[in-house]
């Protein structure tokens, strides 16, 4: 049964910083990984989606990486700021019959403050 | 991009009533819909598979007669809570990908349910 973990739990950090949100799972065998964005009460934003065959996918401040083999993905924020301040969440999808089938991290509660 | 639509954004009923949460793809067509629940301070848990013009594929320890799931079009799927308890007040939320294969998953913006 795949778990996935992510830490820190929280983090807060002054604007302007760049920062590493970590993803682990137990089960290698991925077929994608996804990284959420979700505001209190809120939905969930798509972020960056690597397919199990590549390393990173970028897209403007963010920077997602994936290594299948050691069960690890990092999610790369620059230059934060308080806007990014919001619960991120790393999902594997396992394959198989069912693509929509995510199992997601507890998340990563960030806090950027000005 | 894609959207995928929730209704209602919350609601409260009181214990013993049903209640009944849409999920609408607003510009392309869903097959298939996945239904996820959050519990407070939780991540999110897939609780069923939802399939036009079939049953729905419940995941293990989610009861079928109490969360019935209807997939009636291509764009719409419906979670009605039956004899919804207070244990089941949650975020209830649902998601679908535009060309119902491997591309990213677009979710609603959730149904936060109240039962008192």
């Not at chain 1, 992510?6 to 290698?28: H, Y």
């Not at chain 2, 929730?6 to 849409?22: A, D, F, M, R």
């Not at chain 2, 308890?85 to 491997?102: G, L, R, V």
Request: proline letters at 4%.
């Amino acid at each position: 049964k795949q778990e996935v973990t992510q830490i820190p739990a929280a983090l807060s950090v002054p604007e302007g910083e760049n920062l590493v949100l970590n993803c682990s799972f137990t089960d290698s065998a991925i077929y994608n990984l996804q990284w959420f964005r979700q505001d209190p009460g809120k939905g969930l934003t798509s972020l960056l989606l690597i397919q199990s065959s590549q390393r990173e996918q970028t897209s403007g401040r963010l920077n997602a990486s994936l290594d299948k083999s050691s069960g690890r993905s990092t999610l790369y924020i620059a230059a934060s700021q308080p806007g990014d301040s919001a619960t991120y969440l790393c999902a594997a999808n396992a394959g198989g019959t069912s693509y929509g089938k995510l199992t997601f991290g507890q998340g990563t509660i960030l806090t950027v403050h000005p | 991009g894609a959207v995928v639509s929730q209704h209602p954004s919350w609601v409260i009923c009181k214990s013993g009533t049903s209640v009944k949460i849409e999920c609408r793809s607003l510009d392309f067509q869903a097959t298939t819909m996945f239904w996820y629940r959050q519990f407070p301070k939780q991540s999110l848990m897939l609780m069923a598979t939802s399939n036009e013009g079939s049953k729905a594929t419940y995941e293990q320890g989610v009861e079928k007669d109490k969360f019935l799931i209807n997939h009636a079009s291509l764009t719409l799927s419906t979670l009605t809570v039956t004899s919804a308890h207070p244990e089941d007040s949650s975020f209830y939320i649902c998601s679908a990908s535009e060309d119902n294969t491997w591309s990213p998953l677009h979710f609603g913006n959730g149904t936060r349910l109240t039962v008192t």
